[in-house]
């Protein structure tokens, strides 16, 4: 797959790994997850970001979809952290 840049994985990949993705965020218990408000706010900094090639961050190898949705998660890059 070529990398798309700046692109979150609903944009750039194939349905059924989005809804993979989706479904682990899914099962993250309601307390280690954070509020829908922070998770588009965290969503909409990784898609204005250098790092983010089709739904992965580059600094982790994680998909953000996923990784935003952590409460106790940050974004990696600790020289210039979004969120
Ligand atoms: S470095 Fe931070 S803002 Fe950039 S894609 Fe990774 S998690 Fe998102």
């Keep these: ?5 700046r692109c979150l994985l609903r944009e750039a990949a194939e349905d059924d790994t989005y809804a993979s993705v989706m479904e682990k965020v899914a099962k993250i218990p309601d307390a280690d997850r954070v509020p829908d ?3 588009r706010k965290r969503l909409t900094a990784c898609a204005s970001c250098d790092h983010l090639i089709s739904g992965v961050c580059m600094k982790c190898g994680c998909y953000v979809e996923f990784r935003a949705a952590h409460r106790r998660m940050k974004c990696p890059d600790a020289a210039a952290r979004r969120w």
Aim: hydrophobic share 25%.
């Design 1 to 5: 797959m070529r990398g798309c840049k």
């Design 37 to 39: 408000e922070v998770y």
